[in-house]
């Protein structure tokens, strides 16, 4: 099954940029639309057994800090004993008393939630990532908090009920927890069934609480540009086309080299404007993402039973060409053993 558009969440995308995005929370009910990750697919990660912190947490909005030894368990391999497998017996233990399971960037080991997370990186030009959080009835795994990211939610099961509330009044914001003395004005209450999307603009405060069953739900943050990536984007624009020797010998030379960066900027500067910038930095942010994409696909280019076919055919791939050099490698310390003894 394809993976949905923006359009299947908000309808009109038009009428949702103009009038929702990055300016105010919205809540849609799109028609049969489900999260790729649900509580089978949870099921399924535990079920490998491969399931491990960092990739797990169980969290709560009290600051109580809960210790990864409470929700995962020890197994030896080889003799040598690893930590930090998770441990669904304990994971449902503390869900019954209140706690949270928060699961880090499900798109690196969920491939439908991974293709989901592609294509709407791909079309917001944006990088993406995904979270899944799994509430009891009462329970509220964050205190009210700014997310450096816009935020879309996905209903998965159960019901859970969001408070939204305004954006920082202040330039110098910053994510996290809020202070106990601020207290902005909520702007959106919403109780989230299966199937919903909620839409949280960038730095809009927002907490949720589980209202009944056990809710779960799938987070996308879409993360924007910040003032570094402007840096980075205007140290490429002022320096393109200049040509300077990368090590100037002596003083001489690089007093040179100085004036001649300093000429090539003030000329360069001139004829960047604002626009200039942010599309520079958003199209940087793309390449970097449309990198790692490449890099995970050709991970994924041929799987163990395509190499098998391959190699089975006598095939002349990179599985051959591996398997030669190992070959030779041990033929080298085969030799150089027998001429030692």
Not at 27 to 38: G, H, Q, R
Not at 121 to 146: C, K
Not at 287 to 306: D, G, S, V
Request: glycine share 8%; hydrophobic share 40%.
């Amino acid at each position: 099954m394809e993976s949905p558009t923006l359009a299947d969440w908000v309808g009109d995308v038009r009428s949702f940029t103009g009038h929702q995005w990055q300016r105010k929370p919205a809540v849609f009910t799109p028609e049969k639309l489900a999260s790729p990750f649900d509580l089978d697919a949870l099921d399924a990660a535990f079920d490998t057994g491969l399931l491990r912190t960092p990739y797990l947490e169980m969290v709560r909005s009290t600051k109580v800090t809960v210790p990864p030894e409470a929700y995962t368990t020890s197994r030896t391999v080889n003799g040598i004993t690893y930590h930090g497998f998770a441990d669904r017996a304990k994971v449902l233990a503390l869900l019954g008393v209140g706690a949270t399971l928060l699961l880090r960037c499900v798109d690196q080991w969920h491939h439908p939630t991974g293709e989901l997370v592609a294509r709407l990186s791909e079309e917001l030009d944006r990088r993406v990532e995904a979270f899944f959080f799994v509430t009891p009835a009462g329970g509220q795994g964050l205190a009210v908090h700014r997310d450096d990211a816009d935020v879309f939610v996905l209903q998965a099961a159960g019901r859970k009920t969001w408070y939204v509330h305004d954006a920082p009044t202040a330039a110098d914001w910053t994510p996290g927890e809020l202070p106990d003395d601020e207290h902005s004005p909520r702007l959106l209450h919403s109780v989230l069934e299966p199937g919903s999307v909620l839409y949280v603009p960038r730095g809009f405060a927002h907490r949720a609480v589980g209202a009944a069953g056990l809710s779960a739900h799938l987070s996308l943050t879409i993360r924007d540009i910040s003032v570094p990536d402007l840096r980075a984007a205007l140290e490429q624009r002022l320096t393109d086309g200049l040509d300077l020797p990368a090590r100037p010998l002596g003083e001489a030379a690089i007093d040179d080299s100085c004036a001649a960066l300093l000429d090539h900027v003030r000329t360069r500067l001139d004829t960047i404007e604002p626009e200039d910038l942010r599309l520079a930095a958003r199209a940087a942010q793309a390449r970097a993402a449309q990198a790692e994409a490449a890099a995970e696909n050709a991970e994924r280019a041929e799987t163990f039973a395509e190499a098998a076919r391959t190699w089975e055919g006598g095939g002349t791939g990179a599985g051959r060409a591996g398997l030669a050099s190992v070959s030779r490698t041990w033929r080298r310390l085969r030799d150089a053993a027998r001429t030692t003894h």
